[in-house]
């Protein structure tokens, strides 16, 4: 199994990304997106279960983010806008089938990597 995202890049202030992830070899319950700044911990941004029922979204991220899911595909995508400065960080693409209806946010459920896409934000 692999999970490769994409998407990253050096944006502006204000700009907007869209983060892809796609996993090879099977589904999951629960994609998602950590990020990871410089000097800190790995956090959870978003998740989405796999009928796209149930959504979470970090309070950095609410309202300026979207997560989404193509299971034909395979794929998560994160549309990040209004990107910040504080934005910058390794965004990194998770995955689980070990969900039982509880909380997207438990970190520790998560057992599938991908190697991470850079997000820089310049002002």
């Known amino acids: 199994v692999q999970l490769q995202a994409s998407g990253g890049g050096l944006v502006q202030a204000g700009d907007s990304l869209r983060l892809s992830c796609t996993a090879s070899?099977?589904?999951?319950?629960?994609m998602g997106w950590f990020r990871q700044a410089p000097g800190k911990e790995r956090d959870i941004i978003s998740a989405?279960?796999?009928?796209?029922?149930?959504?979470f979204y970090a309070d950095s991220v609410k309202g300026r983010s979207t997560i989404s899911r193509d299971n034909a595909k395979n794929t998560v995508y994160l549309q990040l806008n209004s990107l910040e400065p504080e934005d910058t960080a390794i965004y990194y693409c998770a995955a689980t089938s070990r969900w039982y209806g509880g909380t997207l946010s438990a970190t520790g459920m998560y057992d599938q990597w991908g190697r991470g896409t850079q997000v820089t934000v310049s002002s």
């Open positions: 070899g099977r589904s999951f319950k629960v």
């Open positions: 989405i279960t796999w009928s796209g029922s149930r959504i």
